[in-house]
């Protein structure tokens, strides 16, 4: 992701950031929409393990 960018560098700076993505044009919304699928089902797994051990030592 971040050879998206000049120099391989994304800004600090959020909006300087945005500006950059926005300047794609939708070039990368696939990549964008497939990154965000795969962190979102990682959290949820992480979640539900989480959740699980919590459960477990209220039960024990």
């Known amino acids: 992701m971040n050879e998206l960018f ?3 560098n994304p800004p600090k700076d959020i909006d300087e950031r945005n500006e950059e993505i926005d300047s794609w044009d ?3 919304n696939d990549l964008f929409e497939e990154l965000d699928k795969k962190f979102y089902n990682e959290q ?3 979640l539900e393990i989480k959740l699980d051990k919590v459960v477990k030592r209220l039960i024990n």
């Open 44 to 46: 949820q797994e992480t």
């Open 26 to 28: 939708g070039q990368y």
């Open 6 to 8: 000049p120099n391989g």
